[in-house]
């Protein structure tokens, strides 16, 4: 109990003498810098809002317009307006001070009307979304209206450094489609799954709907998308995350991996320190904004309001829903180790640990030879089960004492640290590691995860590094812009030649402080247990293949002019044609952050242009030509519907916001009933790569990720995630259920290695046939003389 009586402040007793009192006066310094941090915290908040608030202007400008206007003023020149005399006749005085202060007024007048007519103009033209849809062949021309556009943008946002939220003021609303458009896009996305009869039948429904419900849903709709600044962002986080009763461990959470052909170390507890360390860098740039905002052609900025919510967040089990919870600042980390719970603190004396101090405290925990407490191996299952079973042992057993003090250690924490006491990894000549590495990041265990924080950090005992992210909060790409941070300074500093994080230790880190718990109560393990089934019982299910592609790339699809995505996208459509001999409904994930509070919408990758070039790609007697032109087209159509997505002209975020008041108004609809009850067979997710400049393939030719992975979203479909990485390697993370009969992640990857194969053939030879063509032309023209 040692841990404990070092974290209390002052302890006091009642003798005969009086009172008896006792400071220690390491902890009270310890309080006093961490309210001076929050003050200093709350400074740098509030000047930075200052600062995004008259974004693309700056502060400065007022200063230098205001000494202008003094100079104008006293020179007895004119002041546009009168602005000044304006604001004499309100002054109670005309001395030289209140006529300093006039001015003052005068130029705050006039900079704020300039301010405010850039951020209205700024917003105007980030509505504009045509230049998405310039084609980017070679050659190929901009319109006269982008390229005015593109000039104006660039003068309105580049004469300002932005911080990450300069832009969420000037960021447009996400539009909110028509009825009638939303119902075209719907049925012409599943044409191609649907007989004519079938068709026929939801081509009815959605005409009825259409012409009745949907008139009313839809005002109540413009009303909510006037109002709030996003109509579906609210709706989708808490339906479709925190109103969800299944457990977060494979169903929800996703994970991520290393780049792995580096080896930096093998150490894992400077890996760890090192990790640790610039992923609390990466926070503070966020929290004082320093953080460029991601940017689209280096000019159009995506939103950045889901950073707010990476650290110091968890999501808490509710009875019937759970609750988002982020804490304003956190000065530990918490670890877990060999059925153990630590609590890391990382700052001291008002900075943050440097990698090798922090080092210095993962060797305390891992030279720790104590056992686990009764139920403490376990008890993060609870977080892994079913979410209302969680909420009832949390409400019960968690609301008091050791248990109460460490389940808040844990949710306080800026992020969980997981000490795995197993080797794993990528290993070339063992392409199964591969698998083996996913699988123990996207579930371990099944009671080694806190799940419900915002992100785990998993270290294996040979060094190598990955996450096990909670959906809720963001999506991958926020994820991925941190990683690659990360990554790149570990690039940066490197270790020292013996593995370790460089540097000394000047004065010892704090040390890690063990969490005690109270779990021997028969109900209470019962409970765990019961978590813990779930927990088995789901992750034995999941069948997770990584396929590695190294015969092409990026390179080869920009050569045959086609978008890479769509080319991948076409490509898992012909491959799960081959595996399960028809077509499903495909869901993409697209982003919507161009919007402000944008977070995804889906594209339907099966179309009707993609089935076409399927069969004929099944069909011998199809010609290369026509196959060729079926695939162009195809390509070209999903192009057009990613861009459509991202653009706020989607089908699936509309359908699911005129469903919710559905449910509001009590009014039930066919044909949303037929909407939601389609699954969605193949989920598919490209993970990003290259969001920033950091990471050059050229310089860095090894610093490829393998990119990350989810569980399968149908019991009978596959979950799909790929990476495009350089010029030549594709990841493919294929899962699916073991307990469905229909579906295989082995059999799904051949088909994708076939379908990659066989397209490159069908380039290689329209590429032959083309020449053949052309030399005969030339052979023709030749010959032939004229008359």
């Known amino acids: 109990m040692a841990e404990a009586h070092s974290a209390v402040a002052f302890s006091f007793a009642i003798t005969h003498d009086g009172w008896d009192v006792n400071f220690d006066r390491e902890v009270l310094y310890l309080v006093w810098e961490s309210g001076l941090r929050s003050w200093k915290k709350r400074l740098a908040r509030f000047r930075n ?307 090798v101090e922090i080092q210095r405290q993962i060797e305390q925990v891992l030279h720790d030879n104590s056992e686990p407490m009764i139920g403490e191996e376990r008890v993060a299952a609870l977080t892994a089960g079913e979410r209302s079973h969680w909420a009832h042992i949390r409400q019960t057993w968690f609301n008091r004492g050791h248990n109460r003090t460490s389940l808040h250690c844990i949710e306080r924490a800026a992020f969980n640290v997981c000490l795995d006491d197993k080797e794993y990894g990528y290993d070339e000549n063992d392409p199964s590691k591969l698998d083996e590495y996913c699988r123990i990041l996207l579930h371990g265990q099944g009671h080694d995860r806190w799940f419900d924080k915002s992100f785990n950090l998993c270290f294996s005992k040979n060094g190598f590094v990955g996450f096990n992210a909670e959906h809720t909060w963001a999506d991958a790409p926020v994820m991925g812009h941190l990683w690659e941070y990360v990554i790149w300074f570990e690039l940066q500093n490197g270790y020292t030649a013996d593995g370790n994080a460089h540097g000394i230790i000047e004065t010892a880190p704090p040390p890690p402080i063990r969490l005690q718990w109270d779990l021997n109560k028969e109900e209470l393990m019962k409970g765990i247990d019961v978590s813990y089934n779930v927990a088995q019982n789901l992750l034995n299910d999941v069948d997770l293949r990584i396929l590695t592609y190294t015969q092409y790339g990026k390179g080869f699809m920009k050569s045959c002019r086609v978008s890479p995505d769509a080319f991948i996208q076409l490509l898992l459509q012909l491959s799960y044609y081959r595996d399960a001999g028809r077509f499903c409904l495909t869901y993409e994930a697209s982003m919507t952050r161009l919007f402000r509070e944008g977070r995804t919408e889906t594209v339907r990758s099966c179309t009707i242009e993609s089935t076409a070039w399927v069969r004929a790609m099944e069909d011998p007697n199809a010609t290369v030509e026509e196959r060729m032109q079926l695939f162009l087209k195809a390509s070209k159509r999903h192009q057009l519907g990613y861009q459509d997505a991202m653009a706020g002209r989607g089908i699936d975020r509309h359908l699911f916001c005129l469903y919710v008041v559905s449910k509001y108004l009590e009014l039930d609809s066919p044909f949303l009933q037929e909407v939601f009850n389609e699954p969605w067979r193949l989920s598919t997710s490209q993970t990003p790569h290259g969001q920033t400049n950091m ?93």
């Open 49 to 355: 809002s200052v600062s995004n608030g008259v974004y693309p202007g700056h502060l400065q400008s007022l200063y230098v317009l205001w000494a202008l206007l003094v100079a104008t003023h006293f020179g007895g020149f004119n002041i546009p307006f009168g602005l000044v005399q304006k604001a004499l006749a309100v002054l109670p005085g005309t001395t030289t001070m209140w006529q300093v202060i006039a001015c003052l007024l005068a130029a705050l007048t006039m900079w704020l009307s300039v301010i405010f007519l850039m951020r209205y103009l700024l917003k105007v033209l980030l509505m504009y979304k045509g230049w998405m849809y310039e084609s980017r062949a070679p050659g190929a021309r901009i319109s006269f209206k982008t390229m005015l556009w593109v000039s104006v943008v660039k003068i309105l946002s580049g004469w300002n450094k932005p911080k990450l939220y300069s832009f969420q003021g000037s960021l447009p609303r996400l539009p909110l489609p028509s009825v009638k458009d939303t119902m075209k896009r719907y049925l012409n996305s599943v044409r191609p799954l649907l007989d004519d009869e079938n068709y026929q039948r939801v081509e009815r429904l959605a005409k009825e709907f259409e012409e009745t419900i949907a008139v009313k849903l839809q005002r109540y709709l413009i009303l909510k998308s006037w109002w709030s600044s996003n109509y579906v962002s609210d709706w989708w986080e808490e339906y479709v995350y925190l109103r969800g009763r299944s457990p977060l461990m494979v169903n929800s959470n996703f994970y991520g991996t290393d780049a792995i052909l580096l080896r930096p170390t093998t150490n894992q507890a400077a890996r760890a320190g090192a990790i640790i360390h610039f992923c609390l860098q990466f926070r503070r740039l966020i929290e004082r904004q320093e953080l460029e905002p991601i940017m689209l052609q280096n000019m159009v900025p995506l939103c950045s309001w889901q950073y707010e919510r990476l650290f110091n967040t968890v999501r808490v089990p509710g009875v019937e829903t759970d609750k988002l919870v982020h804490y304003q600042d956190s000065t530990h980390v918490t670890v877990y180790h060999k059925g153990r719970y630590f609590k890391l603190m990382v700052y001291s004396r008002g900075r943050l640990l440097r990698p």
């Open 695 to 787: 990471l050059d393939m050229k310089k860095y030719p090894k610093c490829v990720s393998a990119g990350g992975g989810f569980g399968p979203v149908a019991d009978d479909g596959y979950g799909v995630s790929y990476i495009i990485v350089g010029e030549d390697t594709i990841f493919f993370h294929v899962s699916s259920k073991k307990s469905c009969p229909i579906t295989s992640s082995s059999n799904f990857v051949k088909q994708i290695e076939r379908s990659l194969k066989d397209i490159k053939e069908l380039f290689t030879e329209y590429n032959k046939l083309k020449k053949k063509n052309n030399g005969i032309k030339r052979l023709v023209s030749t010959v032939v003389t004229p008359v």
